[in-house]
């Protein structure tokens, strides 16, 4: 049952062929195989075993509460979940009140008949995307020799290393500069980045709220859509493959390839390629805006940053400060010297800018390596700060112009560096354009896996 989709597991579901209490057994028996106290930071197992009882019950009456009525799911430790506190990788919320409701969206998967089988590990408070935890220690990417681990990127770093092991067929995350994407990128699995909005905010520890979304992180682009759907209340998925002798893709200048890596830009050369010699068109378009969005960066500080400090300007100049990552206060503190007219030059810009790239891009879909490396090791990110700044920087930067424009984005493993690392092609559109985003990434997914 390794790495099977949604998809097929819904198929056997409805045909009998498993069921979901034998689905839940088995997530747990994997964990305990996997053997990495770094993966979960909660384990919800009589919660699991009774949602996945109420499960098998409803498909015994005939009366499935959705098509992925059983099928587990792990969440980030960011969203509530009703009776545990919701401490988004940190230590010092360990003292609060435990949620006393699922997150709507919590909610909603329950309604659907998914079982929770717990919370995922991630970067403390979201903040980062390569994905290191002090307290709870790093997820393993699997995909790294095991005298040398590597990144498993961030801030959903467990999410994308728990679907990656095959352990759960989905796991949700957050996404405020790239923390859907990143992870799915390092850990060749799929992520579906939405538009602000399509899914309710509620019960999940917030980074910055301006740019704070959430989505999920699976085996298949399909599955995401059947997730998209369920999470919507949707009783099936409304969105189909697109034609791709109709679909259009652009790929931006030379901004989102400026420092990548030889092996990523030969993967995303030889993607491109296979889009158009199937049928597929193809166009490299000059959009300023982008460096337009870096320099406003450089010069007037971050959005997310502003509203990061505005949250946990208490932690970070206080005794708590001891207790968090020291990465995560350094970055928190950058913050202090934007002043409100900052703020207000990045708002402005960000309405302007969304306006403009949408216009640019029209109808088409936007091409781009998801990260502009693989994941690195992760040594000398823990050995230096400044070492780690530099590859977070670099790390966050495709996604996070997709963030600041509020582009849905879907990010599908198009192929592996000289050191099997995955890499990640990301699709793009404007804001509320989720649906042909979702559909492009349908039709072609098997093309850019290769």
């Not at 049952?1 to 997530?27: F, S, W, Y």
């Not at 435990?98 to 979201?126: C, K, L, Y």
Request: one cysteine or more.
């Amino acid at each position: 049952m390794t790495n099977q989709t949604i998809t097929h597991m819904a198929a056997d579901l409805q045909a009998g062929r498993t069921d979901p209490v034998e689905l839940a057994e088995g997530v747990f028996d994997r964990i305990k195989g996997h053997n990495d106290p770094a993966l979960f930071i909660d384990l919800l197992k009589d919660r699991a075993m009774a949602e996945a009882e109420a499960a098998h019950l409803r498909w015994r009456a005939g009366i499935p509460a959705s098509p992925v009525d059983g099928v587990p799911t792990a969440w980030k430790d960011l969203f509530d979940l009703k009776g545990r506190v919701t401490t988004a990788g940190s230590v010092v919320l360990k003292p609060n009140r435990p949620a006393a409701t699922d997150a709507p969206i919590v909610a909603q998967a329950a309604r659907a008949g998914m079982t929770s089988v717990g919370t995922v590990n991630m970067t403390e408070f979201a903040y980062s995307g390569i994905g290191l935890n002090p307290h709870y220690g790093t997820p393993r990417n699997i995909h790294a020799a095991k005298d040398a681990p590597r990144s498993p990127g961030g801030s959903s770093s467990g999410s994308g290393a728990v679907v990656a092991a095959g352990i759960v067929p989905m796991s949700m995350g957050s996404d405020t500069g790239g923390s859907v994407r990143i992870p799915a990128s390092f850990n060749g699995v799929v992520g579906y980045k939405p538009s602000m909005g399509r899914y309710p905010m509620a019960g999940v520890f917030p980074l910055a709220q301006s740019l704070d979304t959430i989505g999920p992180l699976a085996n298949s682009v399909a599955d995401c859509v059947l997730i998209d759907a369920v999470l919507r209340g949707l009783s099936q998925p409304q969105i189909e493959p697109a034609e791709i002798a109709k679909l259009s893709f652009v790929i931006p200048d030379q901004v989102m390839f400026e420092d990548a890596s030889p092996d990523v830009l030969r993967n995303f050369d030889a993607t491109v390629t296979r889009l158009e010699r199937s049928g597929a068109r193809v166009s490299r378009i000059s959009m300023p805006q982008l460096q337009d969005v870096l320099d406003l960066m450089a010069q007037h500080g971050f959005l997310a940053g502003a509203e990061a400090l505005a949250i946990h300007q208490d932690r970070v100049n206080g005794p708590e400060a001891a207790q968090m990552d020291a990465r995560v206060v350094r970055r928190v503190l950058q913050a202090a010297s934007m002043s409100a007219v900052d703020l207000v030059i990045l708002q402005q810009a960000r309405t302007r800018l969304m306006a403009d790239t949408a216009a640019l891009i029209g109808d088409s879909v936007v091409l781009c390596p998801t990260t502009a490396t693989t994941a690195m090791e992760i040594a000398p990110l823990e050995a230096d700060q400044d070492v780690f700044f530099d590859h977070n920087g670099l790390t966050l930067r495709n996604t996070s112009l997709g963030n600041f424009l509020d582009w849905p984005g879907v990010s599908i493993p198009n192929g592996k560096d000289r050191n099997a690392m995955p890499t990640g092609l990301l699709l793009s559109a404007p804001h509320g354009r989720d649906r042909a985003v979702l559909a492009a990434a349908l039709a072609t997914e098997d093309i850019i896996r290769g």
